[in-house]
T-cell receptor, first 122, second 114 residues
Framework: AQTVTQSQPEMSVQEAETVTLSCTYDTSESDYYLFWYKQPPSRQMILVIRQEAYKQQNATENRFSVNFQKAAKSFSLKISDSQLGDAAMYFCAYRSALILHSSGGSNYKLTFGKGTLLTVNP | ETGVTQTPRHLVMGMTNKKSLKCEQHLGHNAMYWYKQSAKKPLELMFVYNFKEQTENNSVPSRFSPECPNSSHLFLHLHTLQPEDSALYLC?????????????FGPGTRLTVT
């Protein structure tokens, strides 16, 4: 079974600074997806960024980028030029890319870490 | 409305009550999920529905009963709950097939069992 570990329960950053959130995972699969989700105080979980394991290039979405180290099974999120609106709980998640038709879709489930609460100080 | 909606947003119920949570997705997806989010614990997948068929039940107690009448609606029927069932219940949907990717989440229902 896959596991996802976020070792930082809480992090803080000054506005306009850069912060990196850590995530490690354990899997025996070679093809999978990794995600970072953001859950602001309003509770709507939204996708921040996605990485496909077969792609060597790190994903980037505006101020958000990842450092994907497949051999080390590490998937950190870097937020540049932090803004007050970035304050939220951030979850790292894993999903197998293996399509098992017999599973009825259950292999599409996400395995989440416990989350990192990010505070942005003005 | 767009995306994934959930009602009610807040629910307080006694242990002997029966209530239902509702989820609706407006994204044309064919899979829906129920998650439980408790403090200081990872999100726990409860149920998966694929084309209205339940394909996964992660050892969820029978006091939680899901229902998926069509691919756009998902319910979670609750009865004789325990205080430890108090949590945020999140619904999500996704498209299954090809190299479909992420799940889209609703805002959640904050459930308090007294």
């Amino acid at each position: 079974a896959q596991t996802v570990t976020q070792s930082q329960p809480e992090m803080s950053v000054q506005e306009a600074e850069t912060v990196t959130l850590s995530c490690t995972y354990d899997t025996s699969e070679s093809d999978y997806y990794l995600f970072w989700y953001k859950q602001p105080p309003s509770r709507q979980m939204i996708l921040v960024i996605r990485q496909e394991a077969y792609k060597q290039q790190n994903a980037t979405e505006n101020r958000f980028s990842v450092n994907f180290q497949k051999a080390a099974k590490s998937f950190s999120l870097k937020i540049s030029d932090s803004q007050l609106g970035d304050a939220a709980m951030y979850f790292c998640a894993y999903r197998s890319a293996l399509i098992l038709h017999s599973s009825g879709g259950s292999n599409y489930k996400l395995t989440f870490g416990k989350g990192t609460l990010l505070t942005v100080n003005p | 409305e767009t995306g994934v909606t959930q009602t009610p947003r807040h629910l307080v119920m006694g242990m002997t009550n029966k209530k239902s949570l509702k989820c609706e997705q407006h994204l044309g997806h064919n899979a829906m999920y129920w998650y439980k989010q408790s403090a200081k614990k990872p999100l726990e997948l409860m149920f998966v529905y694929n084309f209205k068929e339940q394909t996964e039940n992660n050892s969820v107690p029978s006091r939680f009963s899901p229902e998926c009448p069509n691919s756009s609606h998902l319910f979670l029927h609750l009865h004789t709950l325990q205080p430890e069932d108090s949590a945020l219940y999140l619904c999500a949907s996704s498209q299954i097939g090809g190299r479909a990717y992420e799940q889209y989440f609703g805002p959640g229902t904050r459930l308090t069992v007294t």
